[in-house]
Structures are given as structure tokens and as C-alpha cells.
T-cell receptor, first 114, second 116 residues
Framework: EAGVTQSPTHLIKTRGQQATLRCSPI?????VYWYQQALGLGLQFLLW???????NRGNFPPRFSGRQFPNYSSELNVNALELEDSALYLC?????????????FGPGTRLTVL | AQTVTQSQPEMSVQEAETVTLSCTYD???????LFWYKQPPSRQMILVIR??????QNATENRFSVNFQKAAKSFSLKISDSQLGDAAMYFC?????????????FGKGTKLSVKP
């Protein structure tokens, strides 16, 4: 069974541009979570989608947004990129929409903002 | 708000020895889950072990076991017979049983080195 996949692996943008990151969950999983992993800060929760709806978002500005498609894949958009947005962005999926269920992570997208 | 603290940024262990990674958390909830995730240098996070707060028995998975102290809000990970492949970042995480907070809350991680 295929795991969580993310694309692209690496993304280089300049300040002020927009970035789009994509995630495909494990087949059958309806919940998708996005986390930002900046150096030395651990994982910070960004967004949670389930059944096409945004269920919760972390303490990030509105320029971080996303959506979930009918096939449960998800997209994270970051507008007006800033240097501090440089980080590894991890996507995770779970079968059941609650934190008690195990979340399975993708390999991440490394975003570099120059 | 719930928080997770890992007080050891880096740890080192000799191959075949035992090491314990510390994690404390703060919550006013009674029903929750705790996790240890491993992130090897290749970046893919994988689940190591999972503990339900309502269970008094400590979870074990082969060489990995936890010491869960609910009253003290402590959740340490013990790795026995350490292997070179155990070298990774280890993250402690907390998740609520129910509610709108479906996300996990992570500590900042402990980097484990294994010496041959």
C-alpha cells in the first residue's frame, strides 16, 4: 500500500512569491494535516482537513491556506512568501478524524525562500 | 493550552546500550493519547509507540518501551539494545481523544546519536 506522498520534494521561491505544495493521503484516509518544521522549532501545526472541510488551523497568518479535494488529496498555499517561511512542510493523514488515531507522515517538501 | 516539552536537545548512546528520552506535557484534559515519532535523516516520520492515557500499563514495541506517569505528566521513551539504525530525531507528541483539535502537539525533539 502506498504511503503519504508529497510534491515537490524541493521548492525554491523568492520573497513575495506564492508557493503551492501538494499531498496525497494513504488510500482510505480522509483526514489530512499540514505541519511546518522549521529548524529548531519542532513541528508546528498548520491546517487540518477532513471530508473536504477545514476543521482546525494553527497559529499562522491567513496567507497560509489550503484545500482538500474530493479525492482527499490536499494543497497548501503560501502567499506573499517571507524568508522565515523557509522550512520543511510535512503532510500527514489518518483514517479517523481525531488526534487519537495514528497519523502517517509523508517525506515532506523543503521550501526555501530567497 | 497543551504543551509538550523535551528537555534533552541531544543524546548519545553506545551501540547495544540502553537510553531513555524524556518528555513532559501539560494538559487539563483526562482523555488523550501520547506518541513517540522517529525522524531519521531521510526525513520520513514514523510512529514508534503510542500510549492511551486511560491505560495504566506502559506500551511496549519490541526494543521500545515507555514509562508513562500520568500524575506527573511524564512520558519517557526507553530504547534497549540500541542499534545504529536508531539514530534519528525523536519527537514526543500529544493528541486529544475527542474534540475539534485533531492535530498533534509536538515537542521540539531530541537528536539521538548511536556510537558503534
Amino acid at each position: 500500500e502506498a504511503g503519504v506522498t508529497q510534491s515537490p520534494t524541493h521548492l525554491i521561491k523568492t520573497r513575495g512569491q506564492q508557493a503551492t505544495l501538494r499531498c496525497s493521503p494513504i488510500s482510505g484516509h480522509t483526514s489530512v494535516y499540514w505541519y511546518q518544521q522549521a529548524l529548531g522549532l519542532g513541528l508546528q501545526f498548520l491546517l487540518w482537513y477532513d471530508e473536504g472541510e477545514e476543521r482546525n488551523r494553527g497559529n499562522f497568518p491567513p496567507r497560509f491556506s489550503g484545500r482538500q479535494f474530493p479525492n482527499y488529496s490536499s494543497e497548501l498555499n503560501v502567499n506573499a512568501l517571507e524568508l522565515e517561511d523557509s522550512a520543511l512542510y510535512l503532510c500527514a493523514s489518518s483514517l479517523v478524524p481525531r488526534a487519537a488515531d495514528t497519523q502517517y507522515f509523508g517525506p515532506g517538501t523543503r521550501l526555501t525562500v530567497l | 493550552a497543551q504543551t509538550v516539552t523535551q528537555s534533552q536537545p541531544e543524546m548519545s548512546v553506545q551501540e547495544a546500550e540502553t537510553v531513555t528520552l524524556s518528555c513532559t506535557y501539560d494538559t487539563s484534559e483526562s482523555d488523550y493519547y501520547l506518541f513517540w515519532y522517529k525522524q531519521p535523516p531521510s526525513r520520513q516520520m514514523i510512529l514508534v509507540i503510542r500510549q492511551e492515557a486511560y491505560k495504566q500499563q506502559n506500551a511496549t514495541e519490541n526494543r521500545f518501551s515507555v514509562n508513562f506517569q500520568k500524575a506527573a505528566k511524564s512520558f519517557s521513551l526507553k530504547i534497549s539494545d540500541s542499534q545504529l539504525g536508531d539514530a534519528a530525531m525523536y519527537f514526543c507528541a500529544y493528541g486529544l481523544e475527542e474534540g475539534s483539535q485533531g492535530n498533534l502537539i509536538f515537542g521540539k525533539g531530541t537528536k539521538l546519536s548511536v556510537k558503534p
